[in-house]
């Protein structure tokens, strides 16, 4: 073998790996973050109740060091709106991910939310779009539709973030078309955008939260078996808004019991 040419392709092959590793997700190759699919039950971690928060909603709080980080894939949601023909842009059919972590003491329950963006956007007009993410309960069962809900007798509560106000709506659904604010905004958030030395490594941090027991019929019950649970991400880069967004198909299970395997 001619060494110049053994060399030269050794160093081609040095660089396309160290290419593709500079370029990576750092979180994909992580064995502490656990893959979690549709159908799946991810176990509430349980903050101590002599643990003080300093901030309630701050996603850099020192006890997400201690809370398991879960990744479950984004694809894009199913064709029910108008702007479905915006699906077929180029990137479109790429898969992304979002991280989440799920907390509660007595009191209140927690969900911190991470996911890689390149660009930062904040503010929504004619031709620009805000960034945003979504959690979606079922009130009911499993066999609710995870598009909105089935009608009025299986509806949805929805906790939606967008960056251009930076705070987190209180929303209920029984379907496509029929989403509505709820009179009691018993949820809070807040974020933080992350800036890396690479752009495709820069993420947004979300923390929601709600005292763990509300009053309001449209409020999610955490006092069940489990909860049926759903993501939604928009990335307003890529011109996501209402219907045209990246979604977890069907339900995650969330068990929010205290009970021993959820002390920390």
């Known amino acids: 073998m001619n060494l110049r040419y053994f060399l030269k392709g050794s160093f081609t092959l ?29 176990k509430v971690s349980r903050i101590p ?11 850099a709080e020192t006890i997400w060091d201690r809370i398991p980080t879960y990744r479950s894939h984004l694809l894009v949601a199913p064709p029910v709106h108008q702007s479905v023909n ?19 003491n007595s009191d ?8 890689k963006d390149a660009t930062e956007n904040r503010s929504t007009t004619v031709d620009k779009f805000t960034d945003g993410v979504a959690v979606q309960y079922a009130l009911q069962g499993e066999d609710t539709s995870y598009m909105m809900g089935t009608g009025a007798d299986k509806p949805v509560n929805i906790w939606y973030w967008a960056a251009d106000q930076d705070k987190v709506e209180n929303l209920a659904a029984g379907g496509f078309g029929s989403t509505t604010l709820l009179e009691q905004q018993t949820v809070t958030g807040a974020s933080v955008y992350m800036p890396q030395s690479v752009a495709q490594n820069n ?28 993501f939604a991400v928009w990335q307003g880069n890529d011109k996501e808004r209402d219907g045209n967004k990246r979604i977890t198909h069907t339900w995650i299970l969330l068990d929010a019991s205290l009970d021993d395997t959820s002390k920390k």
């Open 14 to 42: 040095a660089l396309a790996l160290l290419t593709v590793s500079a370029w990576a997700d750092n979180d994909e190759l992580n064995p502490n973050i656990l893959e979690v699919k549709p159908g799946d039950t991810v």
């Open 49 to 59: 109740d002599n643990i003080f928060l300093r901030t309630k909603n701050n996603p």
């Open 86 to 104: 915006l699906r077929f842009a180029e990137g479109a059919t790429e898969g992304k991910h979002i991280y989440f972590q799920v907390a509660r």
């Open 108 to 115: 209140r329950f927690y969900i911190r939310l991470r996911w």
């Open 203 to 230: 993420e947004w941090q979300v923390v929601m939260s709600r005292p763990f027991k509300t009053g309001d019929k449209y409020d999610v019950s955490f006092e069940r078996d489990t909860v049926p649970m759903a």
